[in-house]
């Protein structure tokens, strides 16, 4: 069994026991959230829609980690204009630990 969740702009194809990387959310290491269902798949059996959306996905936040740093580089020919900058994305590790299919 594994399901289609949304999370943090994004779609992940999980599973039970699954680890996951998604952009930063505001829960706690510890804390247990539900992540909204898209599509969920049971064998043969593919349920979408309204039937999905009473489906559920529980994961556990394990930690909050930054990004790997990203180096952005602006320069312009004969001017000597030159920029750089770096970013890391602020992130959140979560563990799958259940699926149901809701009736």
Known sequence: MYAVVKTSGRQEKVAVGDVLLVNR???KPGASIELPVIMLVDG????????AAKASVKAEVLAEERGKKIIILKYKNK?????RL????????????????GK
């Open 86 to 101: 770096g970013h890391r994305q602020d992130l959140t590790r979560l563990r799958v630990t259940g699926i149901s299919a």
């Open 44 to 51: 043969d059996a593919v349920v979408t829609g309204d039937a």
């Open 25 to 27: 959310l505001t829960d």
């Open 79 to 83: 001017t000597g204009y030159r920029r």
